[in-house]
């Protein structure tokens, strides 16, 4: 039961979470610069894929899922490593930390914004992965564990972004830092959408599907003890 | 009561020490400068006061709350103007205070921020984009952003810093005014006269410690001037 001490600090905390993403997708929506970038790079990842390579049909289906995650963690890096552009400027991170707000509600506006742009990509491309491999990408399942792998790759990479944000080479340290902790989660989303599109059963893929869910919530405990010390100098 | 206690404090960043034991006390309402060369620790102990560094010892206390155990209720008590404008390029004047005003949970936001943007005269400018305005004018909306939550502290670091000589005179008016209310003014800056002209008290530090303090009622450009010098040529 909340008293009402409780319940005006939960209430300031959803509102500085709500604010950041307000703030944050106000200035996409105004420069259109970053969700531009990312549906351009991941369409050519995925034309470059599909042309490059003169592959037969069964060839094609077996590494329809492959491409469509590397499509997927290429194009969230490099949204990713966008993360705190706005606020690089005139260094408004300090504006933020300046006032009184639990600093975590600056990562979990920050992630949720992130993820928003990441969802928007692939809302586009999961369609035209299917125009061009013809798999029948459209089952529950597979657009659950599409959604629970990209929160998880998103969440490391917002906090990741945090830290290399503050480093001289942030573009090249973000991947660096990233794609070796992120690595569980990508083997376990690409296993489980590859059983799932090939029709197994629950068993042959609960392992992989109960690693990507334990991920993500390990990691969204992680970054929210570890966030405030990360986070300040 | 002082508003502003710098008790014992020392920061090192790595092997060089910045600041050492620097002790400082700012009454409520009093306007002080804090005036040193480059690299004397001005703008490091400017951020230990804004919740931005930890000492690596000593006690600061705003209005009695101490840094390290309230600074949620601190960083409501405190405005800072800093040397970034800490805004958004891509929004407007007046977006960008919203963005701050709902941080700061300011209930009659849209009041506050109309108030503040006619404090800075900005009122006719507050649907443009923030990348379109002048340098004088970012600073003066950095300004209104570190006054709208009303704070009792405000912290400016070397705010005349690019300002050509009509945007500083207006800048002076801007910081008297904020004074005159009755807010708790602590300045960094290079410029004795501006020192001298705005503040009440001024301190002056070199190589992290403070090695002057004093009123700035009867202290003369030239007597301070020369003052100044000499202890910084010690």
Redesign the interface.
Known sequence: MYNNNQYTKTSQYWRAVRTIIWKDLSIEMRKKTLVSALLIFSVMVTLVFTFALDLDKSTKDNIAVGVLWVTFVFSSTLGLNQTFANEKSQNSLEGMLLSPIDYTAIFVGKFISTYIFVIIVEIIVVPMFYILYGIPLFSPLFLLIVLLGSFGYTLVGTLLASIATRTRAREIMLPILLLPVAMPIIIASVQCSNAILSGAHWGQFSNAFNLVIVYDIIFLGVAIMTFDYLIQE | MCMINVKSVSKSFGMKQVLKNITLNIAPGEFTTLIGPNGSGKTTLL?II?????PNSGQVTIAGLDLNTSS??V??L?G?V??????????TAY?NLL??A????IKDYANRISMVLDKVDLTESKDI?VRTFSHGMQQRLSIA?AILHNPRVILFDEPHTGLDQNNSVRLDQILQSTSTSGNTVLMITHDIKHALALSDKIAVLHKGEVVYQGSTAQLSFDEFAHKYHEIINV
């Open positions: 951020r804004a919740t931005l560094l930890r949620h209720a960083r409501q405190l800072v800093s040397h970034h404008t800490l805004l958004y390029d891509n929004l977006e963005f701050y709902r941080l700061y949970s984009l952003r």
